[in-house]
């Protein structure tokens, strides 16, 4: 299989790793409004970009598993390439890192907002149902049925 047109697997790799740095360096720009997304009512927009990222990256793992296999057939016969490899690899490592540490922030706060949701859901229908006990005759004289 060839990818970016070149049948050398050093040169094939070090694109790939140089295209998933690029991703992720885009994810931890986008993850700089996160915490401030998170509060808005309209979380669409997030939900879109998220759903884009999350595809490229599947389109990354996937590709990585085809590389990775023709790599480690022939991994030895450039010192040189492997060396660049590795230190991309490093790269994409901490990149990861990083985005794996603002997920589990974001997703902490989500969780959060999720419980206050929850509470004032709760509070409306405590509400809703208060309402209910004392609703009005429908007869119009103004009595309340408090069995109702």
């Known amino acids: 299989m060839r990818m970016g047109g070149s049948t050398d697997i050093g040169a094939r790799i070090v694109n790939y790793f140089e295209r998933q740095i690029a991703l992720y ?3 931890l720009h986008a993850y700089e409004t996160l915490p401030r997304e998170l509060e808005q009512e309209d ?29 480690r057939r022939g991994a030895g016969a450039n010192p040189q390439r492997a060396h660049e490899v590795r230190v991309l690899a490093d790269r994409a490592r901490d990149l990861a890192k990083q985005i794996e540490t603002i997920s589990r922030k974001a ?7 999720m419980g206050e949701v929850k509470l004032a859901l709760d509070a409306l229908h405590r509400g809703q149902r208060a309402v209910r006990q004392y609703r009005i005759d429908e007869d ?9």
């Open 140 to 148: 119009g004289a103004g009595h309340v049925d408090r069995k109702a």
């Open 107 to 113: 997703s902490q706060q989500a969780r959060d907002r």
């Open 25 to 27: 360096t885009e994810m």
């Open 43 to 71: 979380l669409e927009s997030l939900s879109a970009r998220q759903s884009a990222f999350t595809q490229r990256l599947n389109q990354l793992d996937e590709e990585f598993r085809l590389l990775n296999r023709e790599w």
